[in-house]
Every structure is written in structure tokens, then in C-alpha cells.
């Protein structure tokens, strides 16, 4: 049997102002990690979903393939260069989504 908070009694016997407190921190972490998402290239992240739908079900070999095709398209788009730049340079990123 798979134990979770509900099944052995911690929302229950926790005060109300505790439980918010778990969603206020959750909602921070997931803010957070939103935002690193888009302080990323758009294109990268377009890249990233296209890979993770196309991949779904398909051998191995097919998801590297796909990938590898991907990352083709992506590498000759402006954000690829801006971000090779920027790094260079020692300086974020500052992608247009191109």
C-alpha cells in the first residue's frame, strides 16, 4: 500500500494555517522554475517539447534521430548564435525568439 499524507492522518491533524503554507511554498518553487523556463531561448524550449511529443512511443533509435533533427533546425536559428555570444562574452543571453 502506498502511504500519502492523507492516508496516515498529516492534513488532519495539522493546523489550517500549516496547509497554506505547503501550497504557498509549492506555488514558490513552481514560480521559480517557471522562470528559469523562460529565461531560456524560446526556441530551445520549442525544440525541447517537440522532441519530448515526437519521442513519445517510438524505438530509441527513432527518438535520436528525431532529436538529432531538431537540434539541426535549432542551431541555425538566431537564438542559437545569441546564445553562443552571450556566453562568449560573459553576459545573458538575449534571446528574440528567431
Known sequence: MRLSPYSIGIYQQCPRRYKYHYVDKLMAEAEAVARQILANSPSAF??????????????????????????????????????????????EPRFQGK
Open 46 to 91: 520549442w525544440s525541447m517539447k517537440q522532441t519530448m511529443q515526437l519521442g513519445r512511443g517510438v524505438p530509441i533509435r527513432q527518438k535520436m534521430q528525431t532529436a538529432a533533427m531538431i537540434g539541426r533546425q535549432v542551431q541555425q536559428t538566431e537564438d542559437f548564435a545569441e546564445g553562443i555570444r552571450a556566453f562568449q562574452e560573459k553576459r
